[in-house]
């Protein structure tokens, strides 16, 4: 079953609860904190509660993964003052040790999507980092080398953990985070030549299988567009800083759901 991460006897900042009340979700991925970062993002978790009423992380949060770098996303995070939910991304696993991260991170209060789903005021809450291997007639498929079937497998079993993430969702209206991207339209400005390693369309194949997914939310293509939809109309927006930057000065988007 899928976890309510409010203690209902404390309702948090900005949040009414109430049936059918829409509710504001902020989204911002690849903050990328270095371990010699200066408390490069208080203002975002200080301000974002005044916009929103959940923050989702959409992973590459560090540059390698690093315990310093994490110690110092910690320092700006804990200022947040609404409910978040994660994904990590594929710079947190270049160190070897993203377990060790998530558990930083849900020490932190970080409600992070590895196989999990939650509950937040009757809105669901779904995801994970999602995988690599191209969209529609070009995805790559399982075949040929050994090789790379493994890798078409691995694609696979981390679409599989998406899914069970959403089907444990009992919600009318739910969010699904990723960082890979799931739409060639939100890759689209990146090199061509690399659209393949931005994300993949298993991922959206996957949420189409579920009618109450309300909005998709990752990072990643740093270059990349603001915007797309799956092939049965699901609105997927990609959060990666570079990206909002070229929006507007607000350091994450702010959608209503």
């Given at each position: 079953m899928a976890e309510t991460p409010n203690d209902p006897q404390t309702p948090q900042p900005g949040l009414?609860?109430?049936?059918?009340?829409?509710?504001?979700?902020?989204?911002?991925?690849?903050?990328?904190?270095?371990?010699?970062?200066?408390?490069?993002?208080?203002?975002l978790f200080e301000r974002v509660a005044d916009d929103a009423d959940v923050l989702c992380l959409c992973g590459d949060l560090t540059n390698y993964g690093k315990t310093g770098e994490v110690e110092r996303l910690l320092e700006d995070l804990r200022l947040c003052r609404i409910p978040m939910v994660g994904v990590l991304g594929n710079?947190?696993?270049?160190?070897?040790?993203?377990?060790?991260?998530?558990?930083?991170?849900?020490?932190?209060?970080?409600?992070?999507?590895?196989?999990?789903?939650?509950?937040?005021?009757?809105?669901?809450?779904?995801?994970?980092?999602?995988?690599?291997?191209?969209f529609g007639r070009y995805m790559l498929s399982s075949f040929g080398e050994d090789s790379i079937k493994r890798f078409v497998q691995e694609a696979v079993e981390d679409a599989n953990l998406i899914e069970n993430s959403i089907r444990m969702l009992r919600t009318e209206r739910s969010v699904v985070l990723l960082h890979y991207a799931p739409v060639v339209e939100t890759v689209i400005g990146e090199p061509p030549e690399i659209h393949a390693f931005?994300?993949?369309?298993?991922?959206?194949?996957?949420?189409?299988?579920?009618?109450?997914?309300?909005?998709?939310?990752?990072?990643?293509?740093?270059?990349?567009?603001?915007?797309?939809r799956t092939h049965r109309g699901v609105p997927v927006y990609n959060v990666a800083l570079p990206v909002l930057r070229t929006l507007g000065d607000l350091p994450y988007r702010v959608f209503e759901v």
């Open positions: 009414e609860p109430g049936p059918g009340r829409k509710m504001r979700v902020a989204a911002v991925g690849d903050l990328h904190v270095g371990e010699t970062s200066q408390r490069a993002y208080r203002d710079h947190e696993h270049e160190c070897g040790q993203p377990d060790h991260v998530v558990q930083m991170l849900c020490d932190a209060g970080v409600k992070m999507l590895t196989g999990q789903a939650y509950e937040i005021d009757g809105v669901g809450f779904a995801g994970g980092k999602g995988f690599v291997g191209g931005l994300g993949s369309s298993r991922l959206a194949e996957t949420i189409d299988r579920y009618d109450n997914v309300s909005l998709v939310v990752h990072g990643h293509a740093h270059r990349g567009g603001p915007e797309g």
